[in-house]
């Protein structure tokens, strides 16, 4: 089974895969968590664009194919293979969200990674404004944003996230200014239903 965590920088990606991958092993399931940009050498390069200034848009966009090929044929598809969870902090929606708002075609970046990465089972998006995203980094890390981190971009991408939402029947589309608790609620649930179908 294939979960992964999507939303604009700053809406709690990583604490609510935390919670339920800690949800998820309490129940005894064996959980493989991974997250991308990964942090191979493609990764590592497109984590450098986000301190030094971002790269051409082709390169960029390149860059995180490549580095979600080799996730898919390293990490992913072995490790469903072998009937694990799979549990991800972004995937390709990020690039059909980011590099979408940066000026491609969002529907041609879909196909191109529908290609070669195997869709998820459920896609959570934490959705919250740009606006309050940016704020909560700000607050949170107590210095400037990062390069990825402007609000108007951040805004297109937000849209561009629930665009695919209305059209992908495995998309649940989570209120990201709900509790932390209420936010793991909702994605708990909608496992628990997976988990029990036929
Ligand atoms: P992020 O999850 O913030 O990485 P970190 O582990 O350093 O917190 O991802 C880095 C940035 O990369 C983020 O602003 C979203 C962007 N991104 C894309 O533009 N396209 C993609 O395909 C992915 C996976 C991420």
Redesign the pocket.
């Known amino acids: 089974m294939l979960l992964v965590i999507e939303g604009?920088?700053g809406v709690g990606?990583?604490t609510q895969a935390d919670a339920l991958q800690a949800w998820l092993e309490g129940a005894g399931l064996d959980v493989v968590r991974s997250?991308?940009?990964t942090d191979g050498p493609h990764g590592r390069e497109?984590?450098r664009s986000?301190v030094e200034g971002r790269l051409p848009p082709r390169q960029?966009?390149d860059l995180?194919?490549d580095?979600?090929r080799e996730h898919v044929a390293q990490l992913i598809g072995p490790a469903l293979s072998a009937g694990r969870i799979v549990l991800l902090?972004?995937?390709?929606?990020?690039?059909?969200?980011?590099?979408g708002?940066?000026g491609f075609e969002p529907d041609a970046l879909l196909a191109e990674n529908e290609a070669f990465a195997p869709a998820p089972d459920a896609l959570f998006i934490l959705d919250m404004p740009a606006a309050v995203s940016v704020a909560r980094i700000r607050a949170e890390r107590g210095d400037g944003v990062?390069?990825?981190?402007v609000p108007e971009a951040?805004e297109r991408?937000r849209s561009i996230f629930l665009d695919l939402a209305k059209r992908a029947d495995y998309a649940l589309v989570i209120d990201a200014d709900a509790t932390r608790d209420a936010i793991q609620d909702a994605m708990q649930a909608r496992v628990r239903a997976l988990l029990s179908a036929p």
């Open positions: 604009i920088d990606k990583s997250k991308e940009p497109l984590r986000m960029e966009l995180f194919l580095d979600r902090d972004r995937y390709y929606f990020s690039t059909v969200a980011y590099q708002a940066r990062d390069t990825f981190e951040l991408s």
